[in-house]
């Protein structure tokens, strides 16, 4: 079982839409969780980081983690064609500093 | 604005070339990491540093090594390139403690290695 799974994609969604974007860990000792973006030839961003239960926003994005269950996802509302790029989680486990990364969502807004 | 600079954007070698790929960050961070990334595997984290000196291996240290001399720099070595090490590289740092995992990443290097 991978560290870190989330679905390839590419997800479509149309413009103005919400995109869903999902995540799941293995390691139960896992406590930082983060979302980064990554446009296609550069290198990735962070976007938003979330480490206890519960949703945290920042502007059109929603991070929600629910560690019962070993679930993190993100939300994007009002998508918009510029948000069309891969999101990959990542997850630290608690006391380490190694930061393990999924493969990656390719996302696609369509106009 | 923070930065992660990567010496070599596009690299060309040759098979069983010694290869260096150097990072410098002006954040302060301690933390320093290597990571490969291919495409299907998405980022494997190579090696990482938490400070001078200090370094630890990650999922696919097989082939690499790295130097620490300076807390603002990372160096990673491919002692005899491979073919299987054609990739990009991505250099990261971030702090420690609650930090770790908020990670700047540099531009990357593209490494062919014939």
């Known amino acids: 079982q991978k560290e870190v799974e989330q679905n390839s994609g590419p997800l479509s969604v149309p413009e103005g839409a919400i995109a869903s974007l999902n995540c799941t860990y293995s390691d139960r000792g896992s406590q930082s969780f983060f979302w980064y973006r990554q446009y296609s030839g550069k290198s990735p961003e962070l976007i938003m980081s979330i480490y206890s239960n519960g949703d945290k926003e920042d502007g059109r994005f929603t991070a929600q983690l629910n560690k019962a269950s070993q679930y993190v996802s993100l939300l994007i509302r009002d998508s918009q064609p510029s948000d069309s790029a891969t999101y990959l989680c990542?997850?630290?486990?608690?006391?380490?500093?190694?930061?393990?990364f999924g493969i990656g969502t390719k996302l696609q807004v369509i106009p | 604005d923070v930065k992660v600079t990567q010496s070599s954007r596009y690299l060309v070698k040759r098979t069983g070339e010694k290869v260096f790929l150097e990072c410098v960050q002006d954040?302060?961070?301690?933390?320093m990491f290597w990571y490969r990334q291919d495409p299907g595997l998405g980022l494997r984290l190579i090696y990482f540093?938490?400070?001078?000196?200090?370094?630890e291996k990650g999922d696919i240290p097989e082939g690499y090594s790295v130097s620490r001399e300076k807390k603002e720099r990372f160096s990673l070595i491919l002692e005899s390139a491979s073919t299987n090490q054609t990739s990009m590289y991505l250099c990261?740092?971030?702090?420690?403690?609650?930090?770790?995992?908020?990670?700047?990443f540099g531009e990357g290097s593209r490494l062919t290695v014939l």
């Open positions: 954040m302060d961070h301690e933390n």
């Open positions: 540093s938490y400070d001078v000196k200090m370094k």
């Open positions: 990542a997850v630290r486990v608690g006391g380490y500093q190694k930061v393990t």
């Open positions: 990261a740092s971030s702090l420690v403690g609650a930090g770790t995992g908020e990670l700047f």
